[in-house]
């Protein structure tokens, strides 16, 4: 028997002395204990002993007067004692056998076939198992922990995918309470209806899935884009469930779109001041011949020729001036400004546009005034770039133009949204390029100049679209006291 077994405290509740000094030589007659052993005459009494924690086993009689053993061990019960007992009584009977048992009796012994041996067998027996019970237990509010102090979202489901348990984080990311998503199906939240039919394969056929990025639909209709681990476990005579950890990266993602926005806008300078300068030598070359034959070549018809020539090269000039302007970092001067009036300039500049068309206006404001660091006059020019390409991208008498304004802690985010025509997933990715467009007549440049601009402004701009159903530009920027930091 281990040391610490031997030197373990029982306490007796028995209401006959000669019943408990039997059973106590029992416990004393076994060979090497030191056993501490205590008597307790009375149910009420032996209850009181349980719940003051004094003692390591006990051993209880099944018959304590107006009570019974069974009592003492619903007693235990709805107060989470978790010491072992083990039931004693006068003669076997399998009902009060079984129902202890269910109770959470250790043992079951009938006084008059107690011997030394089975005595020796049944204490060991309970101080291991409920060392075991204490070391699960234990195990269990320590992982419980973890589970619900996470900040990723950790969740447990059934193999058809609807959540049976899922921690507190949650609400954090997709606003659900625990109560509303318990019993809510994994794939009913997933964005894609492709990106459910993979999860469903995969687990079927892998029974795993790490790290896969997902669009996931929060309880407000945004999205949060997450990486999503999960892995079914089977066990013996069970039908399985799945465990999973859902890691919110849209933030991530906001910071690398703008990082690679960046990037491609630096490159795409670079380049264009490099041809800029490898075209514009000669094109001043055959400027200045132009100039000289006009002096010297008095023929209609050829003056004609070098008129075209000499517009269209003033034509390329420009373009080169208006290319450099816009891939150049510009220097803006930020003061304190409220978002709510730059917008209601860049309104005013566009009014007459939404009205000759006959489309709607919403405007959404906050009731507070959200204070950023702007260049007015650049900003505005910026913004309504993005406003005119919204209303031209609708149709005449159907459109309906969206602005809002919301503030969070760090940030003030304006949405500018479109019926309209919508924008191809492969051109949203092109949509901040320079001379890339989709207009007719259109150069290309006003969406590289508005990024510039909104760059300069330290503002993430993200832009969502579909097809035939109009396009939302949310542009973030960090509120004055984030700036200035």
């Given at each position: 028997m281990n040391l610490k077994h031997k030197n373990a405290r029982i306490l007796i509740v028995d209401d006959d002395e000669d019943d408990f000094i039997i059973t106590s030589d029992y416990i004393r007659s076994i060979p090497g204990n030191t056993f501490t052993i205590t008597w307790c005459p009375s149910y009420n009494e032996g209850v009181v002993k349980l719940l003051e924690g004094g003692h390591d086993l006990f051993f209880v009689d099944y018959r304590l007067g107006a009570k019974s053993g069974v009592d003492f061990l619903k007693e235990a019960r709805e107060n989470n004692c978790d010491n072992p007992i083990i039931l004693l009584t006068g003669k076997g009977n399998y009902a009060v056998d079984l129902q202890a048992m269910e109770l959470g009796a250790i043992d079951y012994l009938v006084k008059t076939e107690l011997t030394v041996e089975k005595m020796e067998r049944c204490i060991r027996y309970a101080m291991e198992r409920a060392a075991t019970m204490q070391a699960l237990q234990a195990n269990e509010r320590k992982y419980r922990t973890i589970f619900e102090k996470s900040k990723d979202v950790v969740f447990v489901a059934d193999v058809q995918l609807n959540f049976t348990d899922v921690n507190s984080a949650i609400y954090t990311l997709l606003g659900y309470n625990k109560e509303e998503i318990l019993g809510t199906n994994l794939c009913d939240i997933i964005d894609q209806s492709q990106h459910r039919k993979f999860l469903q394969q995969a687990l079927q056929h892998r029974h795993n899935v790490n790290d896969w990025e997902v669009l996931l639909n929060t309880r407000d209709g945004d999205k949060k884009q997450c990486t999503l681990s999960v892995a079914m476990e089977t066990g013996e005579g069970e039908e399985g469930y799945v465990q999973g950890i859902i890691h919110d990266i849209t933030n991530l993602k906001k910071i690398e779109k703008a990082n690679l926005q960046s990037e491609k806008l630096a490159a795409a300078g670079r380049l264009v001041r490099t041809?800029?300068?490898?075209?514009?030598?000669?094109?001043?070359?055959?400027?200045?011949?132009?100039?000289?034959?006009?002096?010297?070549?008095?023929?209609?018809?050829?003056?004609?020729?070098?008129?075209?020539?000499?517009?269209?090269?003033?034509?390329?000039?420009?373009?080169?001036?208006?290319?450099?302007?816009?891939?150049?970092?510009?220097?803006?001067?930020?003061?304190?400004?409220?978002?709510?009036?730059?917008?209601?300039?860049?309104?005013?500049?566009?009014?007459?546009?939404?009205?000759?068309?006959?489309?709607?206006?919403?405007?959404?404001?906050?009731?507070?005034?959200?204070?950023?660091?702007?260049?007015?006059?650049?900003?505005?020019?910026?913004?309504?770039?993005?406003?005119i390409n919204a209303i031209e991208a609708m149709k005449e008498g159907e459109g309906m133009l969206h602005i809002a304004v919301a503030g969070t802690e760090k940030h003030a985010v304006l949405t500018i949204s479109d019926n309209g025509a919508g924008i191809s997933e492969e051109n949203i990715s092109r949509l901040f390029e320079p001379y890339f467009t989709q207009k007719r007549n259109g150069v290309g440049l006003g969406l590289t100049f508005t990024l510039n601009i909104l760059q300069a402004h330290k503002a993430i701009i993200e832009v969502s679209s579909e097809i035939g159903r109009g396009t939302t530009f949310t542009i973030s920027f960090p509120v004055e006291s984030e700036v200035a930091a």
């Open positions: 041809i800029a300068h490898e075209v514009r030598n000669p094109l001043n070359n055959i400027t200045l011949s132009i100039e000289q034959m006009q002096h010297s070549i008095k023929d209609e018809h050829a003056e004609l020729y070098m008129n075209i020539i000499q517009r269209n090269s003033k034509r390329i000039s420009d373009l080169i001036s208006e290319l450099l302007y816009t891939s150049r970092p510009t220097e803006q001067a930020l003061t304190g400004e409220t978002l709510q009036t730059i917008i209601d300039d860049v309104v005013a500049s566009s009014i007459d546009r939404i009205t000759l068309k006959n489309m709607k206006l919403k405007l959404d404001y906050p009731a507070n005034g959200l204070m950023i660091l702007a260049d007015k006059e650049k900003l505005k020019l910026a913004l309504l770039n993005i406003v």
